[in-house]
C-alpha cells in the first residue's frame, strides 16, 4: 500500500497545473473558479472585494470589510486542530490589505486594519489560542496599520485623537498597546502635543492611590498610566515618569519601578530615597526593593546598613530565600559569622516548641548542616519532602534511620491507587531492600515484602509489578 500511495505522489508531481490551467476554455476557467468560490466562504469574499477594486480607481472598502468579516468568522469554536488554517487564512487576507497599500490605497488600509483589529478582539473569545496564533495575528495587523498611517500621513491631530481611543480602549489583543511611542514619528510635535492633552485632561481625574488601595490593578488606569509614562519618557522627563508612577503608592513593586527609573538616570541618591520610603510604609516582603536598597547602601559603603535591611527582610519573613539574601550581603560586609548565628537563634527560638520546624531545617538544609537538620526534624517534625531528603543524605551512613522514612513513602504510594504511584512504590521498595542490606538486615525483606503483598493482594496491577520481581 505504501508503494501505492508513493507511486501516485511521484506522479501528481510530473502534473502541469500550470499548464493544464492555461489550456482551459476561459469559460471553463471561470466556472472552475466560481465552483470553488461556491464552496470557500473566504475565498468568495476575497474575490469579490477584487473584483469590486477593478470596477473602481477606488477600493470597495465594503467589498474588504466583508472579506474580512468572512476571514474572522468562527462558525462556533475554533479548535487546538483548526486554529492553525484559521490564523493562515486571517494572515493571508491581511496580505491582500498589504497589497492594497502598496498599490498606494493607505488610508483605506488604515481603516480596514482597525476594522480587523475590532474583529480579531470579538473572535478571540472562540478560539484556542494556546500557541499564540492570533497574537501573530493582532502582530500583523498592528504593523499594517502604522505601516499606512506612515504612508498616508494623516492630519496629526485627528490621527491623534484617533490612536488615542485605540489605545485607550485597548483590549486582550492589545493591537495598539504603546501606540504613543509607535507612532510618535508619524505624530510630530502637534500630534504627540493633541496627544498628551488627551491624556492630561484625564490623568487630572485619576486618584492618588496609597497603602492598602485595591485599584491598582484596573485596566483602565493601567492603560492610561502607561500612556502618560511613555509620553514622559518622550519628552526625556524623568521627574515626570517618577511622578506618574508615585500617584499609585498603593503596592511596595511601584517604589521599585520608580527607583529603577532614577538609578537609570543615574540619580541614585534619590533612587534609595524611593526605595527606603517604600519600605517605611509596605515592610520588606517585597525582596526587590530590599535588593534596590541595600545594593545602594553598599555603593555609599555603607553595608551594615545594607545588611540590616537583609536582616528586617528576614526576621519579617525567614525562610531560605531570605536567609540567602542575608548571607550574601553579610558575607560582603565580612560579618557572616556573626549573623549566621544571629539567624539560627532566631529561628530556634521561632520554632521552640512547635510541631513543625520546616523552615528552620530548610535552612540548615541550606547550609548542608544535615546532622542538625536531622536532629531538628526528628524532635519537632517538618515537611514530608525534607524528611525524604534528609532520608537521602543519611541513608548510606544511618540506613536504620531512613528506613522506616521510605516505608512510610511506600505506604502513602500504594494508597494512591494508581499504576504510576505502584511503580514509585516497588522502586521504594527496592530502595528499602538494599538499606537492609547495608544495615545487616536483609533477612527482614522477605517478610516485609510478604506483609505488604497479603495486605494488597487485591490490587492487581501492584501485584503484576511484586510478581515481576518474584516477590
Known amino acids: ?187 510630530g510635535e502637534t500630534g504627540l502635543a493633541e496627544y498628551s492633552q488627551l491624556a492630561r485632561s484625564e490623568w487630572e481625574q485619576v486618584p492618588a492611590l496609597g497603602p492598602g488601595d485595591d485599584k491598582t490593578w484596573s485596566s483602565d488606569r493601567f492603560r492610561l498610566t502607561r500612556i502618560m509614562v511613555s509620553l514622559a519618557e518622550l519628552s526625556d522627563d524623568v521627574d515626570e515618569v517618577v511622578n506618574v508612577l508615585a500617584r499609585d503608592q498603593s503596592t511596595a513593586y511601584q517604589f521599585v519601578r520608580i527607583a529603577e527609573v532614577l538609578r537609570q538616570a543615574d540619580r541614585r541618591d534619590e533612587a534609595l530615597e524611593w526605595a527606603l520610603r517604600g519600605l517605611s510604609l509596605h515592610g520588606y516582603r517585597d525582596y526587590r526593593l530590599v535588593e534596590v536598597a541595600a545594593e545602594e547602601h553598599h555603593r555609599l559603603g555603607r553595608a551594615s546598613q545594607a545588611v540590616e535591611l537583609a536582616w528586617q527582610a528576614f526576621e519579617e519573613m525567614p525562610g531560605v530565600q531570605t536567609y540567602g539574601r542575608l548571607k550574601e550581603h553579610a558575607e560582603r560586609a565580612a560579618t557572616w559569622p556573626a549573623h549566621h548565628e544571629r539567624a539560627l537563634s532566631h529561628l530556634r527560638r521561632q520554632s521552640s516548641g512547635q510541631r513543625d520546624r520546616s523552615t528552620l531545617v530548610a535552612v540548615l538544609l541550606f547550609d548542608g548542616a544535615i546532622e542538625e537538620a536531622w536532629a531538628e526534624a526528628t524532635v519537632g517534625g517538618c515537611r514530608r519532602d525534607q524528611l525524604l531528603e534528609l532520608a537521602r543524605f543519611r541513608e548510606d551512613d544511618h540506613p536504620d534511620d531512613a528506613i522506616p522514612l521510605w516505608r512510610e513513602e511506600v505506604t502513602r504510594e500504594i494508597n494512591a491507587m494508581n499504576n504510576s504511584s505502584y511503580a514509585n512504590a516497588v522502586s521504594t521498595i527496592e530502595r528499602i531492600g538494599r538499606l537492609l542490606a547495608t544495615a545487616g538486615r536483609k533477612g527482614e525483606f522477605p517478610t516485609y515484602v510478604s506483609e505488604l503483598a497479603t495486605q494488597h493482594r487485591r490490587k492487581r496491577n501492584l501485584m503484576k509489578l511484586f510478581a515481576e520481581r518474584g516477590w
Open 1 to 187: 500500500m505504501s508503494d501505492q500511495i508513493d507511486t501516485v505522489a511521484e506522479a501528481d508531481d510530473d502534473v502541469d497545473l500550470a499548464g493544464y490551467l492555461a489550456a482551459l476554455d476561459h469559460q471553463a476557467l471561470v466556472d472552475l473558479v466560481l465552483e470553488r468560490a461556491a464552496t470557500d466562504g473566504l475565498f468568495d469574499a476575497r474575490l469579490r472585494a477584487a473584483a469590486a477594486s477593478t470596477s473602481s480607481p477606488r477600493p470597495s472598502l465594503t467589498a474588504y470589510r466583508q472579506a474580512l468579516a468572512s476571514a474572522f468568522d468562527t462558525d462556533g469554536y475554533v479548535s487546538y486542530r483548526e486554529t492553525y488554517d484559521y490564523t493562515t487564512g486571517i494572515s493571508s487576507m491581511l496580505d491582500e490589505l498589504q497589497a492594497l497599500l502598496d498599490e498606494g490605497h493607505a488610508a483605506e488600509v488604515m481603516a480596514l486594519s482597525e476594522y480587523a483589529a475590532q474583529l480579531a478582539q470579538d473572535s478571540l473569545g472562540y478560539v484556542d489560542d494556546s500557541d499564540g496564533g492570533m497574537s501573530r495575528v493582532a502582530e500583523q495587523i498592528s504593523d499594517l496599520h502604522r505601516s499606512a498611517c506612515l504612508d498616508a500621513q494623516p492630519d496629526p491631530v485627528e490621527l491623534a485623537r484617533n490612536l488615542y481611543r485605540l489605545e485607550r480602549n485597548g483590549d486582550d489583543l492589545e493591537v495598539f498597546y504603546g501606540a504613543v511611542e509607535a507612532y510618535a514619528e508619524i505624530l
